[in-house]
């Protein structure tokens, strides 16, 4: 079964960071563009960042550029998202994304993390 499944969400003062995790399985990870996307309470959700299937291209929000970053480990099956200096804003439930690369449309969402910035 395809599974992706996020932790190391939180509680966290401003300024203070914190490491997601995205850890998957029942598929082809090193083939699936990996995004990080969030959703706060009454917004959309937002694209926050993305790593292609590689590793070799990355890209992030505005809003986030120069404070987060995202990673992965193909071995482990596993997606990262490194955020430091967080701010309040940054207040949400983050979601992993997979995405192929072979033009089928086939994606995959986990169930969430739940990241609080506040003092």
């Known amino acids: 079964q395809v599974q992706l499944v996020e932790s190391g969400g939180g509680l966290v003062q401003p300024g203070g960071s914190l490491r997601l995790s995205c850890a998957a399985s029942?598929?082809?990870?090193?083939?699936?563009?990996l995004n990080w996307y969030r959703q706060a309470p009454g917004k959309e959700r937002e694209l926050v960042a993305t790593?292609?299937?590689?590793?070799?291209?990355?890209n992030y929000a505005d809003s986030v550029k120069g404070r987060f970053t995202i990673s992965r480990d193909n071995a482990k099956n596993t997606v990262y998202l490194q955020m430091n200096s967080l701010k309040p804003e940054d207040t949400a439930v983050y979601y992993c994304?997979?995405?192929?690369?072979?033009?089928?449309?086939?994606?995959?969402w986990g169930k969430g993390t739940l990241v609080t910035v506040s003092s």
């Open positions: 029942g598929f082809t990870f090193s083939m699936y563009t």
């Open positions: 994304n997979a995405v192929s690369t072979d033009y089928s449309g086939r994606n995959y």
């Open positions: 790593i292609t299937s590689a590793g070799g291209y990355t």
